[in-house]
């Protein structure tokens, strides 16, 4: 069947120049050494030294910056058609076109046949990288494009010499997941802000819950959790799995910003008090019924519904103190949740039991389009162009909130440009920070945004 195959790539820096056709090999010896390319000669033979020497002769009769490369690279592509065995023949020599392996590589699929072929395919032909992979039911994106409810494969290569890339995995979601051979979660929860690794996470649906965040909280107290949830399969290397949760963790002078955009815009500047609370139900509002001091605002909505309404909870997002030095971790400053009951009694919220606390307060928050594009626009205007980028939407945005796909692809390209290595999936609910906790969400768009360790957001 056909494919219509799109790449995109980002560079930082200078790259040494290399000589090597084995990309395993000279994978392994990279990260072992850490030497500069062109110290090392590498041997190979047989089909795969042909096919690299086809590549370079390729590479050096083209006219592009690509010739001298990056220390870190990120690097995207999006291959259309149904056919499990082509996609997996496309995204091999794509890989082909650089003479190393990449250190991490995601890949998304939607209404590709055999998606399991995919996994082990690539497996098999860069062994020595980790691999995650995710099948969503609606949808995958690549190189700042949303192609929803179309079949495709979408991948994004991160080479990332000197971070340490680590797999960990859960069966069932009651404990810390198993992290790869001997490393230990203890290695990492005395880190601090400035050298916790971060994470990117896949979830299955079934027996999942915000607990198993807090556990990741715990794991990882200064280090970024983003991702999604997965109705379909999940991959770690050749294996898939659809319960469970799979990850990477990335542990060096790497840092992955996240850009949690929930949608919603306050419906006025009114907050309110919640002075009385059982387990996620909301008993008084500056100590009266919380009905009571709605009801204006639900009347005035009521006249001229503009979109749907939320509750917003404000979150602990002040300052920490690390060797003398405030960090902040960027993140909205209100929790958007569904409203599951609104009565006489109180206001029931979609919220972890005794989430509650003293002086948290209550907003209502707006969705529709416009106040979706208004908040990534402002997250967007806030933030420089990052090395690379994941994006995890709800399965609600798209076409089914603005109308037609590719809003928030397009935000992207007119701040950051076409070239930027993007990829991603339609999620069955999205992870990502608000203040210092990691939750589920939902109408939201997780962004994680690749940048070097140290640089401005």
């Known amino acids: ?91 091999r020599k794509w890989l082909d076109e650089r003479p190393v392996s990449p250190d991490a590589l995601f890949f998304f699929t939607h209404a590709v046949e055999d998606d399991h072929r995919i996994a082990t395919g690539l497996s098999q032909h860069i062994p020595e990288c980790k691999i995650l992979g995710v099948n969503s039911g609606w949808g995958v994106i690549g190189n700042n494009e949303e192609l929803e409810n ?44 400035k050298n916790s690794p971060d994470a990117i996470l896949f979830a299955g649906t079934t027996g999942f819950n915000e607990s198993y965040l807090r556990i990741m909280d715990n794991m990882l107290p200064h280090g970024t959790k983003l991702g999604g949830l997965v109705d379909g399969h999940m991959f770690l ?48 509002l500056d100590g009266r019924p919380p009905l009571e001091v709605l009801l204006p605002f639900l009347e005035e909505h009521s006249r001229d519904p503009k979109g749907h309404l939320f509750g917003g909870l404000t979150v602990d997002a002040s300052a920490i103190r690390e060797n003398n030095e405030d960090i902040v971790r960027p993140s909205p400053s209100f929790l958007v949740r569904h409203i599951m009951q609104l009565s006489n009694e109180g206001v029931a919220l979609a919220v972890e039991p005794n989430y509650l606390e003293e002086n948290t307060e209550f907003s209502l928050q707006l969705l529709n389009r416009e106040t979706a594009m208004v908040e990534i626009g402002l997250a967007l205007k806030e933030r420089e162009r990052p090395l690379g980028a994941m994006m995890f939407p709800c399965s609600g945005r798209g076409s089914n909130l603005y109308g037609r796909p590719g809003v928030e692809t397009d935000l992207l390209r007119a701040k950051w440009g076409a070239d930027l290595a993007t990829a991603g999936y339609f999620a069955a609910g999205e992870i990502g920070p608000v203040g210092f906790k990691t939750y589920i969400h939902a109408f939201t768009t997780s962004f994680a945004l690749f940048r070097h360790r140290g640089s401005n957001p």
């Not at 090392?40 to 033979?45: A, E, F, I």
């Not at 890339?165 to 929860?189: H, K, N, R, T």
Request: net charge negative; hydrophobic share 40%.
């Open 150 to 193: 179309k079949e495709a494969v979408t991948a994004l290569a991160a080479y990332i010499p000197g971070v340490k890339v680590l797999a960990f995995e859960s069966d069932d979601l009651l404990g810390a997941p198993q992290l790869e051979g001997e490393a230990e979660w203890a290695d990492f929860i005395t880190r601090t802000p």
């Open 1 to 91: 069947r056909p494919h219509t195959t799109h790449h995109a790539h980002a560079h930082v820096g200078p790259r040494q120049p290399t000589h090597g056709a084995h990309m395993h090999t000279y994978a392994r010896a990279r990260r072992q050494a850490g030497q500069a390319a062109d110290r090392l000669m590498l041997l190979s033979t047989g089909s795969r030294r042909a096919r690299a020497k086809a590549t370079a002769m390729a590479m050096a009769g083209r006219c592009m910056s690509s010739s001298v490369a990056a220390d870190y690279e990120f690097r995207s592509i999006a291959v259309q058609g149904t056919d499990g065995n082509d996609a997996t023949s496309t995204l």
């Open 237 to 284: 290397g050749d294996e898939g799995k659809q319960t469970g949760s799979v990850g990477l963790l990335f542990d060096g002078p790497i840092h992955i910003e996240p850009m949690v955009c929930q949608g919603c815009m306050p419906l006025s500047e009114e907050r309110f008090k919640v002075s009385a609370s059982f387990n996620s139900f909301i008993t008084e």
